[in-house]
């Protein structure tokens, strides 16, 4: 069983920075023949797609509500991906979560995901 486990949340002044880590373990995950991805939640709402990465790093994906602010990376030595976010915004509070998926597209859609994390909050506000 593959396990997922989300860090580096917290509050956040708008226009401030924070990076976001997954850490994937367990199960006989190949981290370089799965999509990476973050969605987040934010109270009231439906979970919506953050970003998406290949193990391979070949595809990137973004939702236009962050693309220019957050950067999706991967260490596939430490099977980690990372969301580094900037100039955040107080639209960008949310509970963030990291999942995976045993496919090669960076999807946007959370059901081509196979494992989650517990998430993690980000909250941004002065």
């Known amino acids: 069983q593959v396990q997922l486990v989300e860090s580096g949340g917290g509050l956040v002044q708008p226009g401030g920075s924070l990076r976001l880590s997954c850490a994937a373990s367990?199960?006989?995950?190949?981290?370089?023949?799965?999509?990476m991805g973050w969605f987040r939640q934010a109270p009231g709402k439906e979970r919506e797609f953050v970003a998406a990465?290949?193990?391979?790093?070949?595809?990137?994906n973004y939702a236009a509500s962050v693309k220019g602010r957050f950067t999706i990376s991967t260490d596939n030595a430490k099977n980690t991906v990372y969301l580094q976010m900037n100039s955040l915004k107080p639209e960008d509070t949310a509970v963030y979560y990291c999942?995976?998926?045993?496919?090669?597209?960076?999807?946007?859609?959370?059901?081509?995901?196979?494992?989650w994390g517990q998430g993690t909050q980000v909250t941004v506000s002065s």
């Open positions: 999942a995976s998926g045993w496919n090669d597209r960076a999807p946007s859609t959370s059901g081509l995901y196979d494992y």
């Open positions: 367990g199960g006989k995950l190949a981290f370089s023949v799965t999509s």
């Open positions: 990465v290949t193990g391979s790093g070949s595809r990137l």
